[in-house]
């Protein structure tokens, strides 16, 4: 679990003086929603949730991975887009070093997997526009190991599903961002990519009253879940998830339902006319092999000033 520090913290205070520094992870309900989710999995039952943070720009603190096993999948949660997880840093680079070093750090993905494979899932994050395929191949150089990273191809959304699938629902390209992420796509691409989806033309303003009622609903829900989460008293992530397990359990699974069965049913039951997510689950995502990303291709999405975005996403699935 990727945790916000001051070091970072203050990194992008000197980049936006305006911006929000992000809440502790038990108090960030987004991530508290996915952390729930995964680790209620039948496999996941009991798995210590492992906070890592970039609290030293020199040499952060390493995970510790002696208890990994050849079957498991490494899952980093966290908030992040194409260019990386966002309390790494600002700068793309530097970033993703501080990552590589505390993956690396205790030596033991290069004891335990040598000749062997490693399998990341990246939650969270809008990682399958480039971070996924940059954190494979240096992942990839530093261990001399093959690395895959699993990468979604758009804002992630976590729900009950996560419990089964191990992976968060994505967001569809075009109006679903628009509505969600204000800014992060030009409407008029927004609107052209959702009506060629639908096979209709459709328009936010044709839409507004629906989307304005829909984002009514959404808000009250988020803002219930938010206000859940400040009323823990564990400040540890781990303590915290047990802690809503024991006292919070039934109205924190309500509103996880209602939630999911807001976004689910948006298609038809709010009249938008558009699905709101990938289905199945797994579309949404791209499996990326360190075999198959140059060094000029992840130099170029870590220290470039352009994403690659669009068509041309490869996957080993």
Request: positive net charge; charged residues 25%.
């Amino acid at each position: 679990m990727a945790a916000p520090h001051k070091i970072t913290n203050d990194e992008w205070l000197l980049i936006d003086p305006r911006r929000s520094s992000p809440p502790p992870v038990h108090q960030d309900y987004a991530l508290v929603k996915v952390l729930y989710n995964l680790r209620k999995g039948n496999r996941a039952a009991g798995i210590r949730i492992h906070p890592f943070q970039a609290d030293d720009k020199v040499r952060p603190t390493p995970l510790d991975f002696k208890g990994l096993h050849d079957t498991d999948v490494i899952f980093i949660v966290g908030h992040g887009g194409p260019d990386g997880l966002h309390v790494m840093g600002p700068n793309k680079d530097t970033a993703m070093k501080r990552l590589v070093n505390i993956l690396t750090g205790d030596g033991n993905l290069k004891k335990l997997r040598t000749g062997k494979s490693i399998t990341i899932a990246l939650l969270s994050c809008r990682s399958g526009f480039g971070f996924h395929k940059a954190l494979a191949r240096r992942l990839s150089r530093a261990l001399s190991i093959d690395v895959t990273v699993i990468g979604a191809l758009g804002f992630t959304f976590g729900s009950k599903n996560a419990t089964l699938l191990a992976l968060n629902e994505v967001l569809v390209r075009g109006i679903p961002w628009d509505m969600e992420y204000f800014l992060s796509i030009r409407r008029d691409e927004a609107e052209k990519v959702t009506s060629a989806r639908e096979g209709k033309t459709l328009t936010v303003a044709g839409k507004q009253t629906e989307i304005n009622r829909f984002k009514a609903i959404k808000g009250d829900l988020e803002t219930d879940l938010s206000n859940l989460v400040k009323r823990l008293q564990s400040k540890e992530v781990n303590l915290a998830l047990d802690e809503i397990e024991s006292h919070f359990q039934r109205l924190w699974l309500e509103l996880l339902r209602k939630q999911f069965e807001h976004y689910s049913h948006a298609k038809k039951a709010s009249n938008l006319e558009f699905d709101m997510w990938h289905d199945p689950v797994p579309d949404g995502y791209v499996w990326t092999d360190g075999r198959m990303v140059t060094d000029d291709q992840a130099d170029a999405i870590l220290t470039g000033d352009q994403v690659p975005v669009g068509d041309g996403l490869t996957t080993v699935r």
